[in-house]
């Protein structure tokens, strides 16, 4: 069996981040014994091998002719971009016109228009030119793609708050669907009691996103006692903005900045010095980092949204709450109590071995093969 995977953007020595989640799922495919070859559009062409995936840039067109009956299609983030020679569009538009079975993994953001978030948005040209540019251009055709092929697609969601979020948005009922939530590897991420660590808090953000909350991860500091620090990772627009709410709210001496990008073994290995990983996001499909952090064994902190029932449960293996106030008097509940806290994290570290990528992927590739089986029959 061959697997194409089209995609947008994928890791390499200069971008080693750059869809860094369908490189680990591609590693994974081949470690169970299936051909694997990484298809990106690109005005450029070229391929090389990143860790012993073969990925090609190549122009849409020759993409397309890359592509043979009987390959599996899997689509991840593969992004339209209108006026631009790395268009994914003519790939979607020759599986529509040759009625080609595919499988595609929503991650989220292809299936959400960009005023689904105006938390975002801030009224620049610039802004009101990508907002146009989404939801009049680039959002029509992938709802149009959906609609015309939902038949010969198989959907495969991280969890069911995101199907039913795509298809409120694309007014779309998905039939050919599984939930199968990105795999953690769980045998990099091993649990270790953290509990001499229960008041050093931690999180890893991006801080050009408005959608992971950080204001409101300080705000819960401000509710904490003093035994409470806070490390905040990440780099972004917004990291000023931050840092001068940390000065107002007189939390300096407490909560910290370290403006860096965290690579996987850097995080195993930062883990080690934290007890609290908190995550406040205003939406999120699964939350793949935080859920990284709890397989180590810390105790996992989420505001109350979106996904987050679906894979945490409040007091037992985690945190979960929707006012700061809350989220801090919980966290302090918890991690003034020895015992509690030992408990809850353990819980949460053996729920997230369910999770574990082998099993994620075995189930991915099983679901696609009998897709394709009982597609292939029907023809």
């Not at 591609?26 to 169970?32: A, G, H, K, S, Y």
């Not at 993994?105 to 989404?134: C, D, P, V």
């Not at 009922?173 to 509990?195: A, L, M, R, V, W």
């Not at 883990?271 to 205003?282: A, E, L, M, P, Q």
Request: hydrophobic share 35%; aromatic share 12%.
């Amino acid at each position: 069996m061959n697997v194409k995977v089209v995609t947008s953007r994928y890791p390499d020595k200069n971008s080693p981040y750059n869809h860094m989640f369908v490189h680990t799922r591609c590693l994974e495919i081949i470690n169970q014994g299936i051909n694997v070859e990484v298809y990106i559009p690109s005005s450029k062409t070229e391929s090389f091998t990143y860790e012993g995936v073969k990925v090609y840039k190549l122009p849409s067109n020759v993409i397309i002719s890359c592509i043979k009956k009987g390959d599996i299609i899997y689509i991840h983030l593969l992004n339209i971009y209108p006026f631009s020679k790395s268009n994914g569009w003519p790939i979607y538009n020759f599986i529509l016109k040759n009625n080609l079975i595919y499988a595609m993994y929503i991650h989220g953001f292809e299936a959400q228009r960009y005023s689904s978030r105006m938390y975002e948005f801030n009224f620049t040209i610039r802004e009101i030119l990508r907002w146009l540019k989404k939801d009049l251009l680039v959002f029509p055709k992938f709802k149009y793609f959906v609609n015309k092929t939902k038949d010969q697609g198989l959907f495969i969601f991280p969890s069911k708050w995101m199907k039913s979020e795509m298809e409120k948005n694309l007014n779309c009922k998905i039939n050919e669907y599984h939930i199968i939530p990105n795999g953690i590897d769980t045998k990099f991420f091993i649990f270790q009691n953290q509990s001499e660590y229960r008041f050093k808090m931690l999180t890893i953000r991006s801080l050009s996103s408005k959608v992971y909350d950080v204001e409101k991860t300080i705000e819960v500091m401000s509710h904490l006692p003093e035994q409470f620090t806070l490390d905040i990772y990440g780099e972004g627009v917004y990291l000023k903005k931050y840092q001068k709410m940390i000065e107002k709210k007189r939390l300096g001496n407490r909560v910290k900045i370290i403006s860096t990008f965290v690579e996987k073994e850097e995080m195993r290995n930062l883990f080690r010095n934290y007890g609290v990983f908190i995550s406040t996001t205003k939406m999120d499909s699964q939350g793949v980092t935080i859920m990284e952090a709890m397989a180590a064994g810390l105790l996992a902190v989420n505001t109350d949204n979106s996904s987050k029932r679906e894979f945490f449960c409040d007091m037992k293996t985690s945190v979960l709450a929707k006012s700061t106030k809350s989220i801090a008097e919980k966290i302090n509940h918890i991690c003034s109590d020895l015992n509690l806290y030992n408990k809850i994290t353990l819980e949460g570290s053996k729920s997230i071995k369910k999770l574990n990528i082998t099993i994620t992927i075995k189930n991915e590739i099983k679901v696609i093969k009998q897709f394709r089986e009982k597609k292939n029959n029907e023809f």
